[in-house]
């Protein structure tokens, strides 16, 4: 059975140990022995926690949400504070406490399986780097709290299962959140699109937006995908098009001085892909309208 700590539990923290016959059934089982949990937990403002381990011979996640502790892994030392996210590697010799002061609040899981290594590798982790810091990270929380779905389950197989592809969805998780701070910055969207509504007659690029931000014109175009649904160019050809809409519908101008004035010199152009976004071509769209 994983050793976990003897630290007397208040009623507001949480420990799950799978036993021992589970732990069977999921190293055998196919959807679980590549990545399984073995134990598992919420600890809150956990004064006199500590624990000691010459012989470790699993992998433990610990994410500190407050507070502080002090770890040596191998006779090196480190301090541990909130929004640092722990790995202690199977094979590592331990010991780690709470801080008598300010104590750590902590979320933590055991786990095993053939691609456990892997899994550690791909979070970013080594034996030189055994503390990533992501701050305040609610993706954590809820994936380590989907741990706990399984409390209350009798060990069903079925339970166990489930956490298992939870801690799988944790692990993977993790790279997103550790990335460097300022790709982690929210976008100022209202900025960046009342920079593209001021600069409709030009033809900005993906590396001009990316310079707004002060990310890389990769890394931009990740961030305002994940935050909007589509692509930064995208939208700012959907606000051209909108654009020539407004002007078709409330003005004489040809569909060419429409395009010159947005940027196109090739009206045929700027014709096709209106049409790609409004499904009509720019003459239909303006006899639609008005009749």
């Not at 399984?36 to 470790?56: C, N, S, T, V």
């Not at 722990?86 to 750590?104: E, F, I, K, N, V």
């Not at 899994?119 to 990533?132: A, N, P, V, W, Y």
Request: glycine share 6%; with cysteine; charged share 20%.
């Amino acid at each position: 059975m994983t050793r976990t700590s003897q630290w007397p539990l208040p009623p507001d923290s949480i420990r799950y140990v799978v036993p021992s016959r589970m732990v069977q059934l999921l190293d055998n089982h196919p959807l679980t022995r590549d990545l399984y949990p073995l134990a598992f937990g919420h600890y809150r403002q956990a004064r006199g926690h500590h624990m000691h381990r010459q012989h470790h011979d699993d992998n433990l996640l610990i994410y500190c949400t407050d507070g502080l502790a002090h770890l040596n892994v191998e006779g090196e030392g480190h301090r541990v504070q909130a929004g640092d996210l722990l790995l202690l590697p199977r094979g590592a010799a331990h010991r780690y406490s709470a801080d008598t002061d300010q104590p750590w609040s902590l979320h933590w899981v055991h786990f095993a399986g053939s691609l456990a290594s892997a899994f550690c590798e791909h979070m970013g982790f080594s034996r030189q780097t055994l503390i990533r810091h992501v701050g305040q990270q609610p993706r954590l929380l809820v994936d380590f709290n989907g741990l706990l779905s399984v409390q209350q389950t009798g060990f069903r197989p079925s339970g166990l299962i489930h956490a298992a592809n939870r801690l799988r969805q944790l692990l993977t998780a993790v790279p997103l959140c550790a990335e460097p701070l300022a790709h982690r910055q929210p976008l100022d969207l209202d900025s960046l699109h009342g920079f593209m509504k001021e600069h409709l007659d030009e033809r900005l690029t993906l590396e001009n937006l990316a310079e707004l931000s002060g990310l890389s014109p990769a890394h931009f175009a990740t961030r305002y995908r994940s935050l909007t649904g589509v692509a930064p160019i995208q939208h700012f050809l959907h606000l051209k098009v909108e654009r020539a809409c407004q002007l078709l519908d409330n003005s004489d101008l040809s569909f060419r001085a429409i395009s010159d004035s947005l940027g196109y010199e090739d009206s045929y152009y700027f014709s096709r892909l209106f049409k790609k976004v409004m499904g009509v071509s720019p003459r239909d769209y303006r006899h639609t309208r008005r009749h």
